[in-house]
């Protein structure tokens, strides 16, 4: 399930399940969009992107959704594995290239 | 996708002294590049954009005296953390564009400097 911690949300799933993480965006002009995977005292990686005019975009393994509507972000992981275990940020641009990042959520998988 | 690195990766100094943070793009050229920081557990939080050849624009409330930012060639900028007190603590982070890979906006992003003002 998922618990509010301290700072960061944690979403905790069992290996092997999907998993869903989420994140509101806060600007309605935002037009790109990018969900980032960042380690313990790492820098954050790239994972998926997507614009404005789509609102579905698929990778390996991952799936990011936009509803503009609602100014909402939704990262979905297939068949989690340990590895993912991380803090998962997306990020909105609207500000010509500036990007502003969500509040993270944690995820950890369990083996 | 594009290496962007940082040095030191962690440095701890005494509080009045300054620290400075090299931000390089390995394999392609930067004309813009970003500073983060992040506190444990939090965000990350945009602190300026450097550009090449010019100044940098900082975001609000961060101050630019304190945080100094040079960006001298298309594969470097640094951070200068000016009279460093434990407040400034942090984890910087930074993050380039790669222009070269056309209509992509994606930032790659630096594996960061742990900051630790004693």
């Known amino acids: 399930g998922e618990s509010v911690g301290l700072h960061l949300p944690t979403l905790s799933v069992q290996e092997g399940d999907n998993s869903i993480i989420n994140c509101a965006y806060s600007?309605?002009?935002?037009?790109?969009f990018i969900w980032y995977k960042q380690e313990s005292g790492k820098g954050p990686q790239f994972i998926i992107d997507?614009?404005?005019?789509?609102d579905k975009r698929q990778g390996q393994r991952v799936t990011v959704l936009l509803n503009k509507t609602v100014k909402h972000l939704s990262l979905q992981i297939a068949a989690t594995q340990p590895g993912d275990s991380a803090v998962y940020f997306c990020?909105?641009?609207?500000?010509?290239?500036?990007?502003?990042f969500g509040s993270g959520t944690k995820l950890n998988v369990k083996p | 996708g594009a290496v962007v690195s940082q040095h030191p990766s962690r440095v701890i100094c005494k509080s009045g002294t300054s620290v400075k943070i090299e931000c390089r793009s390995l394999?392609?050229?930067?004309?813009?590049m970003f500073w983060y920081r992040q506190f444990p557990k939090q965000s990350l939080m945009l602190m300026a954009t450097?550009?090449?050849?010019?100044?940098?624009?900082?975001e609000q409330g961060v101050e630019k005296d304190k945080f100094l930012i040079n960006h001298a060639s298309l594969t470097l900028s640094t951070l200068t953390v000016t009279s460093a007190h434990p407040e400034d603590s942090s984890f910087y982070i930074c993050?380039?564009?790669?222009?070269?890979?056309?209509?992509?906006?994606?930032?790659?992003f630096g594996p960061g400097t742990r900051l630790t003002v004693l």
């Open positions: 993050s380039a564009r790669d222009p070269g890979l056309g209509v992509t906006d994606t930032q790659y």
């Open positions: 600007n309605s002009a935002s037009d790109y």
């Open positions: 997507i614009r404005s005019n789509m």
């Open positions: 990020a909105e641009n609207f500000n010509f290239n500036k990007f502003y």
């Open positions: 394999d392609f050229q930067a004309t813009t």
């Open positions: 450097s550009n090449e050849g010019s100044k940098a624009t900082y």
